[in-house]
């Protein structure tokens, strides 16, 4: 994917724990839950910007100060990973769907289980927020950074519950 002496990455205190971020010269790569410590990489001085960008944004969301990320990403996943992904990113702050309900929008009417692998796998959570699909009922499944941390992001955002059917 990446050479990583090219990429930059840094460590983010949050309500939610620890995140690495990491950054490539195309874009924002990856966002990690749970890093260990603190060190970052350098990187080449485009994937520096986009890091920089990456950590305003989420420290501007995490402060109340943001509801939707302006950034270059760069992901990588088969082309329905990259429909799910890019459908996340258009999800309103404060918002949730259920899983079928993402899979009709996107004209797969039977791929419900394939959205929660795309949101089991997105390497960018908070930035594509995946943590905004929910269970039809509005219950909460799988999250890669736990449950916990599902329901403190959608606590943040005020997130309502989607409407039955939808």
């Not at 410590?37 to 001085?45: A, R, V």
């Not at 890091?51 to 109340?64: C, D, H, M, P």
């Not at 039977?110 to 943590?131: D, E, F, Q, T, Y």
Request: aromatic content about 6%; hydrophobic content about 40%.
């Amino acid at each position: 994917m990446h050479r990583e002496d090219c990429c930059a990455s840094a460590v983010l205190e949050t309500p939610v724990g620890r995140l690495r971020v990491v950054a490539s010269p195309r874009g924002i790569c990856r966002v990690a839950f749970g890093a260990r410590h603190q060190s970052g990489t350098n990187g080449t001085p485009a994937a520096r910007r986009h890091l920089a960008a990456a950590v305003a944004q989420l420290r501007e969301y995490f402060a109340g100060r943001r509801r939707q990320f302006r950034l270059r990403v760069e992901l990588v996943g088969t082309p329905l990973e990259r429909r799910i992904w890019q459908a996340l990113r258009e999800i309103p702050f404060g918002g949730t769907i259920s899983y079928g309900a993402l899979a009709r929008r996107l004209g797969v009417p039977r791929a419900a289980r394939a959205v929660g692998r795309a949101c089991a796998k997105n390497p960018l959570p908070v930035i594509v927020p995946c943590h905004r699909v929910v269970a039809a009922d509005g219950s909460l499944h799988g999250f890669g950074g736990g449950l916990w941390r599902k329901q403190r992001l959608l606590e943040h955002e005020g997130a309502r519950p989607p409407h039955q059917g939808v």
